[in-house]
């Protein structure tokens, strides 16, 4: 009897069992840590991938076939880099042009003279990005547990 209460009174491997209690809470801290810097250099990759392509625009003349030409390039660049996902479905191309500020219905027309005009190329990818432990009850997750991430870029050309 006397041993059992000894016993009871022993606080010797409390610190181990508090250990074993809290040893789940950092592991998924950290799991999530990890999973979140991973997204970030996903989505650096892929930012990477569209500002390559739309700096390719800068080296041919400005014409609605350079971006047909710009738009198949993307995914090329794209799945060069590892996002072997990438279609080109996955790949939106949009120019425009802007009279005094205002986007007009047609790329090809002229605006009055005397207006300032500007055309303007933009290109987006979406990607899947997977986490280590994917699950579809995150917050903004596919069905799938995956994450879509997208990535612009855009510039001036005229």
Known sequence: ????????RDERGASVVELALIA????????????ISRAYSF???????????????MQYQE???TYSTLHNETVIAANAAGYTDVASGDVV???WLECAGVRQASYDTNCSAGVAYARYVQVSVSSDFEPLFGTELF??????GNFTITARAGMRTQ
């Open 1 to 8: 009897m006397i041993a059992l209460r000894a016993l009871g």
């Open 24 to 35: 789940p809470v950092l592991a998924s801290l950290f799991v999530g840590m990890v999973d």
């Open 43 to 57: 989505r650096l990759g892929l930012e990477q991938v569209v500002q390559r392509s739309i700096e390719k625009v």
């Open 63 to 65: 014409s609605t076939s």
């Open 93 to 95: 191309l949009d120019y």
């Open 139 to 144: 917050p903004g997750a596919n069905s799938d």
